[in-house]
Structure formats: structure tokens, C-alpha cells
């Protein structure tokens, strides 16, 4: 039983290192590649668009045009601005992730 838990220590022990190390290794791969780096930003753009257009989502995220928060107004400016270019590039970025990749 001992070798399922994790140890006050903080380290992890037994079938469950396993499991950590090809979860840690995935999201490093994922997050360090350039095509989901720009999954990442597609899909964050398009959805800083999409509070553009809720109210309250609105008031809320995008009330700030300065500093971390004004990173969603800009996200939110370029998606809407650029709409047909954001989708064009959605559509490429989906046909790669499931037929090429």
C-alpha cells in the first residue's frame, strides 16, 4: 500500500511514478512544441473574441486595456479585427492536428 501513496517527503513512489513521469513528459512536449504553442494562441484568441461579444464576460475580463489583464482586451481585438484571417488559420491548424500530426 505504501508504494501507491505519495510520501509527506513529496516524493512519488512505485506505479504511480510511472504514471507522473509519461504525464510530465506529454505536457512538455505539448506545451514546448511550436504547433501547440500556436494552438494555444488560436484558441486563446478566439476565445478572448468570444467574451467580446457577452456582456458581463465583457465588464469583466476585458475592462482593462493596460497591464496582465489587457492581454485578453488585445487577444479579444485581434480576433475580432482579423476574424476571417483567425478562421482561416483555425481550419489550417485543425486539418494539420488531425490528418497530418
Do not use: N
Amino acid at each position: 500500500m505504501s508504494d501507491t501513496i505519495l510520501e509527506f517527503s513529496g516524493r512519488i513512489t512505485g506505479p504511480k511514478l510511472d504514471q507522473y513521469l509519461r504525464f510530465s513528459v506529454l505536457l512538455y512536449l505539448t506545451v514546448y512544441s511550436l504547433d501547440g504553442i500556436l494552438v494555444f494562441g488560436l484558441l486563446f484568441v478566439c476565445t478572448c473574441a468570444y467574451f467580446k461579444k457577452v456582456p458581463r464576460l465583457k465588464t469583466w475580463l476585458l475592462s482593462e486595456k493596460k497591464g496582465v489583464w489587457g492581454v485578453f482586451y488585445k487577444a479579444a481585438v485581434i480576433g475580432t479585427r482579423l476574424h476571417a484571417a483567425v478562421a482561416i488559420a483555425c481550419v489550417v491548424m485543425a486539418f494539420y492536428v488531425l490528418f497530418i500530426k
